[in-house]
């Protein structure tokens, strides 16, 4: 019994940003959103149909001492899929004035919904390289997709420039309003907007409702559990336990059950 019993644990064992007077908030561009090129992944969402041909100025900027027009936009879209959306890329159309760029990077953040603005940070990706067509379309990939269960969520894209040798960098605005209409902030009011929380564009004084943006990525797979990437939200599902890790569990515990009746004789 007793060397049943030894040989029993033994297997258990085994098995277990001050800007010139010139500076402005808006300026028109020439944008050809026909020459979009292709994703690199499927496109979930497309808010590209109205292009206005205007840029809203959301920027960081370089220089500490442009800090007070750092700028932000944001709008929001549909998660439509029962299992959620896996984003792994943000598309907007954007451009310079002033100067010809390039930015230095591009800041994305999705925001989960706060009725008429963003709500609470989901997934934040700032300082992202960027693949600029040519064509007035700035692609971002993340090096961590972004995770959305079926609901509304919103997007902000923030082109990090320097002035002097860059310019301005906006965003392309769309001339139809789709959803909840677009958002526009300046915290430190530089522009002397008076819009240093999240406004609706139309009270800021902007005629075009929303941005130009497309989200791109995969339908999550049924089951799928994500894991949040560094800033919080979505992520690569959890890995779960398969047939030998459950039998492995069972295996531990009979032990234990056995090396305690053991112990009690």
Known sequence: MKASVRGMLCVVAILALTLPAAAEMTKTATVDVGD?????????????????????STQDFVDPA????DAEGADDFEVTWADGWNVEQVAVVAGYWAGTGPA???????YADGGTEPGAVVCSYPNNT???????????????PCYLPMGTYWVNVQGRTEYATGGQYGWGT????????GVWRN???????????????????YAEPDYSFRILGEEAA??????????????????????????AMVALLLGIAVLVIIRRR
Request: charged content about 10%; overall charge negative; aromatic content about 10%.
């Open 130 to 144: 960027y693949v600029d067509d040519g064509g007035g379309i700035f692609t971002m990939t993340f090096a961590t």
């Open 187 to 205: 915290p430190g009011d530089g522009f002397g907007s008076g819009n240093t929380t999240w406004t609706p564009r139309s009270v800021a004084g």
């Open 104 to 110: 230095e990077s591009v800041h994305v953040t999705i």
């Open 66 to 69: 442009f800090d007070a027009y």
């Open 174 to 181: 769309e001339a139809v309003q789709t959803g909840a209409e």
């Open 36 to 56: 979009l090129a292709a994703p690199r992944q499927s496109t979930l969402y497309d808010q590209t149909a109205n292009p206005s041909g205007n840029l809203s």
């Open 222 to 247: 049924p089951g799928d559990t994500p894991t949040p990437p560094p800033g919080g939200g979505g992520g690569e599902p959890i890995p779960t336990m398969n047939a030998y890790g459950i039998f």
